[in-house]
């Protein structure tokens, strides 16, 4: 500090001009087998790539014994703080530490997808790209790392669904068929239950945005979607990051504008005075065994956007067919 001189006993400065991650003891590097994450969080972070040897080491190592606390950790740095936490998850591949932790992201290589739709090549590649595009809109969202994770394992159900149909490539019903997978993926990392909950409920939705955007689809379709998730707002902000390519000349990207006019909507809807279970009372009738349906009946009227006095109404007269 007093002189200004830089004692660089590792060739540090070098390799960081140079983009290079280096480890510094090749005899204690595998003392914490967490070094071969942090070596892929770091290098996703600040954009290294790691040395051939470094990388040897890290893919040396065994990391079955690691806490999951330990592994959220540098998989949270990775995903909140890299511009592309791709490179995160393209290290451990490349170093033949994917499997260990990210086992269903694994499977995910080689899957293929309908060129048409997907003409960026497998599972794995399409998972890669829509995982950047949501770091990118990570901070208009309202849970950052429930909202990545659901970008990454969003596709998982096509590792179960995909095949060959009249030459086409399919994956029908993969949005839920996969959910048995992102559920194992997220217990055998994800500690928050809230966050758990976020991916699992928007998970099955993920196709809804951008297929009603390009249908043009009427409101009380798009606001039973919304209606559904636990997050609307973010379901939009992951259509533009999943949004879908055509090849040739039918390119399509989502109608982002079309979703948030409909969010829009839809809030105003919610936020209107609507029919409750004290209306119910209010007109003489006593909660029992039909009082839920009779509610969620005037939920479906709320979301196709009939007003409270109508409404009610409706559900009175539903209510008189019952007795």
């Given at each position: 500090?007093?002189?200004?001189?830089?004692?660089?006993?590792?060739?540090?400065?070098?390799?960081?001009?140079?983009?290079?991650?280096?480890?510094?003891?090749?005899?204690?590097?595998?003392?914490?087998?967490?070094?071969?994450?942090?070596?892929?969080?770091?290098?996703?972070?600040?954009?290294?790539?790691?040395?051939?040897?470094?990388?040897?080491?890290?893919?040396?190592?065994?990391?079955?014994?690691?806490?999951?606390?330990?592994?959220?950790?540098?998989?949270?740095?990775?995903?909140?703080?890299?511009?592309?936490?791709?490179?995160?998850?393209?290290?451990?591949?490349?170093?033949?530490?994917?499997?260990?932790?990210?086992?269903?992201?694994?499977?995910?290589?080689?899957?293929?997808?309908?060129?048409?739709?997907?003409?960026?090549?497998?599972?794995?590649?399409?998972?890669?790209?829509?995982?950047?595009?949501?770091?990118?809109?990570?901070?208009?969202?309202?849970?950052?790392?429930?909202?990545?994770?659901?970008?990454?394992?969003?596709?998982?159900?096509?590792?179960?669904?995909?095949?060959?149909?009249?030459?086409?490539?399919?994956?029908?019903?993969h949005e839920s068929a996969g959910l048995p997978l992102i559920e194992r993926f997220l217990r055998r990392i994800v500690r928050e239950k809230a966050v758990r909950e976020y991916v699992l409920?928007?998970?099955?939705?993920?196709?809804?945005?951008?297929?009603?955007?390009?249908?043009?689809?009427?409101?009380?379709?798009?606001?039973?979607?919304?209606?559904?998730?636990?997050?609307?707002?973010?379901?939009?902000?992951?259509?533009?990051?999943?949004?879908?390519?055509?090849?040739?000349?039918?390119?399509?990207?989502?109608?982002?504008?079309?979703?948030?006019?409909?969010?829009?909507?839809?809030?105003?809807?919610?936020?209107?005075?609507?029919?409750?279970?004290?209306?119910?009372?209010?007109?003489?009738?006593?909660?029992?065994?039909?009082?839920?349906?009779?509610?969620?009946?005037?939920?479906?009227?709320?979301?196709?956007?009939i007003e409270r006095e109508t409404a009610l109404k409706q559900v009175l007269a539903e209510a008189r067919k019952g007795h």
């Amino acid at each position: 500090l007093l002189t200004g001189e830089i004692i660089d006993l590792f060739g540090g400065r070098k390799d960081l001009e140079a983009g290079i991650l280096r480890h510094v003891s090749a005899a204690h590097f595998g003392e914490d087998p967490l070094r071969a994450l942090r070596a892929a969080q770091f290098a996703a972070r600040f954009r290294l790539r790691l040395a051939v040897e470094t990388a040897a080491l890290c893919g040396s190592i065994d990391l079955s014994a690691l806490s999951p606390e330990r592994v959220q950790e540098e998989l949270k740095k990775a995903l909140l703080k890299a511009e592309r936490p791709s490179v995160f998850f393209e290290v451990l591949r490349d170093t033949g530490q994917l499997r260990t932790w990210f086992p269903e992201l694994a499977d995910c290589i080689g899957i293929p997808q309908d060129p048409h739709y997907h003409p960026e090549g497998d599972v794995w590649t399409h998972t890669m790209q829509v995982l950047d595009r949501g770091a990118a809109l990570r901070g208009e969202v309202r849970d950052p790392y429930a909202f990545l994770l659901f970008c990454l394992t969003h596709d998982l159900g096509k590792i179960v669904c995909t095949e060959l149909r009249s030459g086409r490539i399919h994956a029908y019903g993969h949005e839920s068929a996969g959910l048995p997978l992102i559920e194992r993926f997220l217990r055998r990392i994800v500690r928050e239950k809230a966050v758990r909950e976020y991916v699992l409920n928007m998970a099955p939705l993920h196709m809804k945005p951008n297929v009603t955007a390009y249908a043009k689809a009427p409101l009380r379709s798009t606001n039973r979607m919304f209606d559904a998730a636990c997050a609307p707002k973010d379901l939009v902000y992951f259509a533009m990051a999943d949004r879908p390519v055509f090849s040739g000349e039918e390119a399509f990207s989502g109608d982002p504008d079309f979703l948030f006019e409909r969010l829009r909507q839809y809030e105003e809807i919610m936020a209107k005075p609507h029919v409750s279970g004290a209306d119910l009372v209010a007109a003489g009738l006593t909660p029992g065994p039909r009082f839920s349906e009779l509610l969620e009946y005037a939920h479906k009227l709320r979301l196709a956007g009939i007003e409270r006095e109508t409404a009610l109404k409706q559900v009175l007269a539903e209510a008189r067919k019952g007795h």
